[in-house]
């Protein structure tokens, strides 16, 4: 009985990385591209901002301090808001490369 079970454990993992390999995890519909989104409207608020396109490894804090060419002279938590101000629908944690955003100017 323990050869027959061990024999079906065998098979099932053998099949399982059969179907993985050539298949995949994922159906191939399931497969999307994602285009980033460009907001083009002014920023409704106040705030001075400026624009930037966002590059690989760019983060929301390294382009703004790379714009003062300074470091940040406001909290993490403030820069956060006035993004999210000044990009209305958008996380500054999910910014998309080659996307351009409005980020918040600190200049003054």
């Known amino acids: 009985m323990k050869k027959l079970l061990g024999l079906v454990l065998?098979?099932?993992?053998?099949?399982?990385i059969y179907i993985d390999l050539t298949v995949g995890t994922l159906p191939s519909e399931a497969i999307q591209t994602v285009?980033?989104?460009t907001e083009t409207s002014s920023p409704?608020?106040?705030?001075?901002?400026?624009?930037?396109?966002v590059e690989p490894g760019e983060t929301v804090i390294s382009i703004v301090e790379h714009q003062l060419q300074?470091?940040?002279?406001?909290?993490i938590t403030?820069?956060?808001k006035d993004f999210k101000l000044l990009n209305p629908g958008f996380s500054?944690?999910?910014?998309q490369v080659g996307a351009t955003y409005?980020?918040?100017d600190y200049s003054n």
């Open 10 to 16: 065998t098979a099932l993992i053998i099949y399982v």
């Open 35 to 37: 285009e980033a989104k």
């Open 44 to 53: 409704k608020s106040d705030i001075p901002s400026f624009q930037a396109s």
């Open 70 to 75: 300074k470091p940040l002279p406001v909290s």
């Open 78 to 80: 403030e820069l956060v």
């Open 92 to 95: 500054p944690e999910k910014i």
């Open 102 to 104: 409005q980020f918040p």
